[in-house]
């Protein structure tokens, strides 16, 4: 059942990031609700943890993904064409879904970073996900 849990997860991330379009920022509407969430919750949120890694690392085609892991406990999920970006209530939760979907992912306090589902050129070399986590480990920490 875990695996048929970790596929679902993976199908449903690989969906999300198969919507990029011409590299134009998508404005997708969020679920109801989920931006009042956001701002509710404690903590960084998934969307300024993306603007913030902007900085450094290009991340085209942003987009509002929540209702693809709201059963799982998430506060806010952003998909980049490289990476996603989970927000959750706490880092136990974060860990959990991080542990849940495998692949290249990661909890960093109650944010996951996660490049399930990319292949070939889309997922990132084992160096540039490293930094990437080491980014996200200093955003957190700043917060």
């Known amino acids: 059942m875990r695996s048929s849990l970790c596929a679902l997860v993976a199908l449903l991330l690989c969906a999300a990031c198969s919507n990029a379009t011409s590299g134009e920022p998508s404005a997708s509407p969020s679920p109801a609700g989920s931006s009042a969430v956001v701002q509710e919750a404690e903590g960084l949120s998934a969307q300024a943890v993306v603007d913030a890694l902007g900085e450094r690392f ?65 997922l990132w070399s084992a160096k540039k996900r490293k930094a990437l986590v080491a980014e996200v480990r200093r955003i957190v920490a700043a917060e």
């Open 58 to 122: 290009k991340l085209p085609n942003p987009r509002e993904n929540t209702g693809f892991c709201e059963r799982s406990g998430c506060v806010q999920m952003v998909t980049t064409d490289p990476v996603t970006i989970v927000q959750f209530p706490g880092p136990g939760k974060a860990k959990a879904y991080a542990k849940g979907i495998g692949g290249p992912s990661v909890a960093v306090g109650p944010i996951v970073v996660s490049c399930a589902g990319r292949r070939g050129e889309e």
